[in-house]
């Protein structure tokens, strides 16, 4: 909440110095704190803000990021459909703009449209939407660039769960080791209130979640499918996380 009202505070500010660039991009902020708190209403009015004030500032980048914010609320409502659009649109603009971030930030969109796709689909054994998000993520991991550690702990959290439900255990439990360290990192420098809100807060509490079932010796044997009734309501929860906008 403090976070949101300072970032609301910033826009007024902005608004009345004139700056379209600084304003649009704090209003992709605002978009996704409040989609991953489901309150869609307030971020679709947050993003289409966005996408008119960097369209006025002709910022392409940025503008493209609050494109794919809108991907990602599209797919929280359950139109897979456009969200695909709009992650197709970000994946060709990334390459017009040669901007790596993009890329991975449209690659992470198009891994998590089809993780909700698997779990939409009726016969869930047929993995080939299981292996095209993690084709997808690969991408999106491989396309970061360095320094990103938000949104490349996002990315590699998507790519543990899809792992693990392929049955590539090792690969899962790697990963998940490795961002419970890199959480550990992020959070000691913190004072004891941070910390603290950091630990109730929704994202950290799903992602936290998921790495501990990732990280259990319940997963199952190596090489076997985790079972999906272990793993659907965390993957149901994780689908509320987005990229991370560093």
């Known amino acids: 909440a403090a976070a949101r009202a300072d970032l609301a505070e910033a826009v007024e500010r902005l608004e009345r110095s004139g700056d379209l660039y600084l304003s649009g991009h704090v209003c992709t902020q605002l978009a996704e704190l409040d989609r991953k708190e489901g309150?869609?209403?307030s971020a679709r009015r947050w993003v289409s803000?966005?996408?008119?004030?960097?369209?006025?500032?002709?910022?392409?980048?940025?503008?493209?990021?609050?494109?794919?914010?809108?991907?990602?609320?599209?797919?929280?409502?359950?139109?897979?459909?456009?969200?695909q659009v709009v992650a197709e649109r970000g994946a060709k603009a990334a390459v017009e703009l040669n901007s790596p971030k993009l890329?991975?930030?449209?690659?992470?969109?198009?891994?998590?449209?089809?993780?909700?796709?698997?779990?939409?689909?009726?016969?869930?054994?047929?993995?080939?939407?299981?292996e095209s998000a993690a084709r997808a993520l690969d991408r999106a991991s491989e396309s970061l660039p360095p320094g990103k550690r938000l949104t490349g702990l996002a990315i590699d959290t998507d790519r543990a769960?899809?792992?693990?439900?392929?049955?590539?255990?090792?690969?899962?439990?790697?990963?998940a080791e490795a961002q419970l360290r890199i959480l550990e990192r992020l959070t000691a420098g913190m004072s004891p209130a941070r910390?603290?809100?950091?630990a109730v807060s929704d994202v950290s509490?799903?992602?936290?979640?998921?790495?501990?079932?990732?990280?259990?010796?319940?997963?199952?044997?190596?090489?076997?499918?985790?079972?999906?009734n272990a793993l659907s309501a965390v993957v149901s929860l994780n689908q509320r996380l987005s990229a991370e906008h560093d």
Do not use: Y
């Not at 769960?161 to 990963?175: C, H, I, K, M």
């Open 49 to 83: 803000s966005a996408i008119d004030r960097l369209g006025q500032a002709d910022t392409k980048s940025e503008l493209q990021e609050a494109l794919l914010e809108r991907g990602w609320q599209l797919l929280a409502q359950g139109d897979g459909g456009e969200a």
């Open 195 to 198: 910390r603290a809100a950091m």
């Open 205 to 228: 509490r799903v992602r936290g979640m998921l790495l501990r079932v990732l990280a259990s010796e319940t997963v199952g044997q190596s090489g076997q499918p985790l079972p999906t």
């Open 103 to 130: 890329s991975a930030q449209a690659a992470h969109l198009t891994g998590r449209i089809h993780l909700w796709r698997w779990l939409q689909a009726a016969n869930q054994g047929d993995v080939e939407l299981l």
């Open 39 to 41: 309150l869609m209403l």
């Open 161 to 175: 769960t899809v792992f693990a439900l392929l049955g590539r255990r090792a690969e899962a439990r790697r990963l």
